[in-house]
Nanobody
Framework: QVQLAESGGGLVQAGGSLRLSCVAS??????????WGWFRQAPGKEREFVAG???????NHADSVKGRFTISRDNAKNTVYLQMNSLKPEDTAVYYC????????????????WGQGTQVTVSS
């Protein structure tokens, strides 16, 4: 059974930075075959795509975070990261990592595994 665990969330002032991490565990998890994604859900809103990265390290970021957030991965550590810079109050949400071997080409669908989420709060 595969488990994903996020960390790195917290409270930060607008303009600040945070780095989220998500590590996968489980005997069947093979990082080299996996596409990773980050999603977020703000109170009263639907979950939305933030960023995705393929096994070949091709990355895609939502327009709302492009130029401010960067997704990266470390296959040896079964870990994906989300570097968040120039944070805005509207970035406040619970951030979830997701992973799977059959993710859609736009990184938005098809994830098999999900983390429990980590809270990011940006104060103005």
């Amino acid at each position: 059974q595969v488990q994903l665990a996020e960390s790195g969330g917290g409270l930060v002032q607008a303009g600040g930075s945070l780095r989220l991490s998500c590590v996968a565990s489980g005997q069947t998890f093979r990082s080299y075959d996996i596409t990773w994604g980050w999603f977020r859900q703000a109170p009263g809103k639907e979950r939305e795509f933030v960023a995705g990265i393929s096994w070949s390290r091709y990355a895609n970021h939502a327009d709302s975070v492009k130029g401010r957030f960067t997704i990266s991965r470390d296959n040896a550590k079964n870990t994906v990261y989300l570097q968040m810079n120039s944070l805005k109050p509207e970035d406040t949400a619970v951030y979830y990592c997701a992973a799977g071997p059959r993710v859609s080409s736009d990184f938005r669908r098809g994830y098999d595994y999900w983390g429990q989420g980590t809270q990011v709060t940006v104060s103005s």
